[in-house]
């Protein structure tokens, strides 16, 4: 009995299939982040640059 639980465990402790899913998880928020972030400042300046050029008119 003891020897069966302590190889499930192990195999539970040694199994990184999940593993990539959890990665990919990751790497997809960083995206997500730093492409808000980006569009943020981009709309920002367009902004700025469209009141601007209407103010000169």
């Not at 492409?35 to 700025?48: D, E, M, R, S, W």
């Amino acid at each position: 009995m003891r020897s069966t639980l302590t190889n499930k465990i192990s195999r539970f402790f040694t199994d990184v299939a999940g593993a990539t899913l959890v990665e990919y998880g990751v790497a997809l928020l960083v995206v997500v982040i730093v492409g808000g972030a980006t569009i943020g400042a981009l709309a920002t300046a367009v902004g700025n640059e469209i009141s601007e050029t209407t103010s000169a008119f």
